[in-house]
C-alpha cells in the first residue's frame, strides 16, 4: 500500500508543479476570502484518488476538496491533494502533496511529497520514517529559547480562534524564532526531519496532518492536544515536537488559557 500511495503523490506532485502558473480558476470556500480552491487542487485529488481506487477499490476515502467517500471499509485513506493552495496561487514554491491511511482509526502509514524540492517523505507505523529513503529523527534541542518553531493560522484568524494571536505572541518571546510555510504537512515532515523543532496550529483538519503526524511520531517526537492529553488528527488544535521541548511550549501554550480566565 505504501508503494502505490508513493506512486500517486509523484504523479499528483509531477501535475502540480507542471501547472504553476497556470490557474484559471480561483473559488473561495464558505464564504471566505482567504479560503481558496483551484481547479488544480481538485484534479490532483481526482488522479490520486483514481490511482488508489484502483487497486483498493473497497477503501474509504476522506478528502479536502470531495469530502467523504464512506463504505464500509477498516481502511480510509485521507487526503489533501495540495496543501498550500495560498502559495501556489502565488508561484510560491512551498507546497506539498499528502496522503495517509489510516486502520480501524490509526494512522498506518503516510506520503508527503514536495515536488519543488523533490523530497519524498514516507512513514509506516513501527518501521520508521524517511526522506528520499534515508532515515530521519526529530531535533535534540532542549530549550525553548534555542529553538526554531513554526506554526500557521486559520483562515478565521480575525476572530481569534483558540487564542491564536496570543499563542503566537507569547512563542515570539520564548522562542528563539518563528516561520510560517503555509503548509502544514510540510512543518510536520519538517520537524520530523529535525529541521524544526516544534509546530502547533490552531483548527487544521484531518488531511493537513494525516501523514504528518505519523512521521513525527516515527521520527521519534511527540504529539498531544494544547493540554498535553494524547491528541488524534480529528481534533483541531495541535502541538508536534521533537519531544525535548514539548512540556515548554505546553506552557506557553497554557499561558493565553490562563490569561483569558483572568479577564473573565
Known sequence: MIDIAVEAALEAGAFLKAHVGKVHQIERKFGEETNLVTEIDKESERM?????RSKFPAHDFLCEESGNHQTSSEYKWVIDPLD?????THALPIFSVSIGLEYKGEMLLGVVYDPNLNELFTVERGHGSFLNGQPL???????LIESLIVTGFPYDIKKNPSHAVEHFSHFLMEAQAIRRLGSAALDLCYVAAGRFDGFWEVKLNP??????VLLVEEAGGKFTDF?????TIYKKDM????????DQMLRVLSAANDHARSRS
Open 207 to 212: 488531511w493537513d496532518m494525516a501523514a504528518g
Open 239 to 246: 502541538l508536534a515536537t521533537n519531544g525535548v521541548i514539548h
Open 137 to 143: 529523527h526529530v531535533s535534540r534541542t532542549d530549550r
Open 84 to 88: 498550500g493552495t495560498i502559495n501556489y
Open 48 to 52: 490520486i484518488i483514481g490511482r488508489l
Open 227 to 231: 493540554d498535553g492529553r494524547p491528541s
